[in-house]
């Protein structure tokens, strides 16, 4: 492992002073059993709630499994032991709620007025082309 010169750890600690002050972080988190969704309150003072139905290893959860929701360190992540699921709070927030390949299979099983009316259209044409050898 290569040793770290001291500019270099400077450097990372101010990295996480600065995150510290602006990244969100939460400060509580709770399953609320009758909306069915994820709360988690800011250090901003915002609240952020998601259906854990979009989080990957959260779909199938039981009510009692999402209960147990812990906060991680300073605030960066949420963690659920039973289920050996973790998601930073910044990610949440973005829109990432599992992995890439998990977020690109749920954005392809997305329907819409206008993917439906292409799949019509296809089929009319006759589906997908045959592959060329």
């Known amino acids: 492992m ?3 010169t001291d500019a270099e750890i400077d450097t990372a600690l101010e990295r996480g002073r600065i995150a510290h002050l602006v990244e969100p972080r939460a400060t509580a988190v709770r399953y609320d059993r009758k909306s069915a969704r994820i709360i988690v309150e800011l250090n901003n003072g915002c609240t952020f709630a998601f259906p854990p139905h979009l989080a990957q290893g ?3 959860a039981t009510h009692d499994e999402l209960a147990t929701v812990e906060i991680l360190g300073a605030g960066y992540g949420l963690h659920w032991e039973a ?3 973790d998601f930073r709070v910044s990610g949440l927030l973005a ?11 749920r954005a ?13 259209a296809n089929g ?10």
């Open 83 to 85: 289920l050996d699921a």
């Open 2 to 4: 290569a040793d770290l």
């Open 58 to 60: 959260l779909e199938t």
């Open 95 to 105: 829109g990432v709620f599992g992995t890439k390949a998990y977020m690109a299979r």
């Open 124 to 133: 009319a044409k006759g589906g997908r082309p045959k592959k060329q050898a």
């Open 108 to 120: 392809g099983q997305a329907t819409s007025p206008a993917k439906a009316a292409a799949a019509r």
